[in-house]
């Protein structure tokens, strides 16, 4: 049976040290650095008010009632359920009656919304314009090198992946370029973050939203144009339709089973 010819490239070894090191290096002390820039813009979260506190801890009361209704027992549930769907239909626990039935404000209009969005729009450039210059300068220094190759095989699928900017067809997939080395970076230091700033750092952060951008399936329960007295009828509705049963039931013929046997 003949085997399959191993692909040999006759690349320099200083290659490997002033390419990949430097590279992994940057990324390093960009990570460090925007970790502090961030905590530099950060600004303390403002106190909430009373009635606000209690609208949304009054939500997540129905939530968790709903999630865990089995460890009630019936009686203990009905009145629950009753309480609060009694609560949310009537909006008692909102916290501007008076403007029940209108639509949400504008969140450019609510000075505690746009906090929040320059809150966001501040990590977004600090995460956009490192990387950005990074990219940049790869590109101009080290653009259709190859550095390395892997030690295990690969499929044909991660070619695309791990020879950006090497614009060759026959390659074998196991060798990696410099761009890729730089993608493959911002997602494989964080635990090199982890270990320097923390577990609670700004870099790791950064780039878990990197991997997470796209449309979320869910939408925010207390952000901004969300309409509280929507989300407590809807609850309202959810909290209706539950067809109990406890843990405990049957727990006696159950325990003299387990018992007998």
């Given at each position: 049976m003949a085997q399959i010819p191993v692909q040999t490239i006759h690349r320099d070894p200083q290659l490997f040290y002033w390419i990949l090191f430097p590279i992994t290096i940057v990324m390093i002390l960009t990570?460090?650095?925007r970790h502090y820039a961030a905590v530099l813009m950060q600004t303390a979260p403002k106190k909430q008010d009373r009635k606000t506190i209690r609208e949304q801890r009054s939500l997540?009361?129905?939530?968790?009632?709903?999630s865990n209704f089995h460890a009630l027992s019936k009686r203990s549930f009905n009145n629950r359920r009753d309480a609060l769907t009694a609560?949310?239909?009537s909006g008692a626990y909102l916290k501007d009656p008076e403007r029940r039935g209108q639509p949400p404000p504008n969140p450019m209009s609510d000075p505690s919304s746009m906090d929040g969005m320059m809150g966001m729009m501040k990590n977004q450039m600090a995460m956009i314009i490192p990387n950005t210059l990074i990219m940049s300068w790869i590109n101009a220094f080290f653009s259709g090198y190859v550095i390395m190759k892997l030690p295990f095989p690969l499929t044909i699928k991660f070619k695309s992946m791990?020879?950006?900017?090497?614009a060759t067809r026959d390659m074998d997939p196991r060798w990696m370029s410099s761009i890729s080395?730089?993608?493959?970076?911002?997602?494989?230091?964080?635990?090199?973050?982890?270990?320097?700033?923390?577990?609670?750092?700004?870099?790791s952060q950064m780039a878990?939203?990197?991997?997470?951008?796209?449309?979320?399936?869910?939408g925010q329960m207390?952000?901004?144009?969300?309409?509280?007295?929507?989300?407590?009828?809807?609850?309202?509705?959810?909290?209706?339709?539950?067809?109990?049963?406890?843990?405990?039931?049957?727990v006696e013929q159950r325990l003299l089973e387990g018992i007998s046997v």
């Open positions: 990570g460090v650095l997540l009361h129905g939530i968790n009632v709903r609560a949310y239909e791990l020879q950006a900017g090497v080395w730089y993608f493959l970076c911002i997602f494989g230091l964080q635990s090199v973050f982890n270990f320097i700033l923390g577990d609670n750092n700004a870099a878990q939203q990197m991997g997470q951008m796209g449309p979320q399936p869910q207390f952000g901004p144009g969300v309409d509280p007295d929507k989300q407590f009828l809807g609850e309202a509705e959810n909290l209706a339709v539950i067809e109990h049963y406890s843990v405990l039931d049957g």
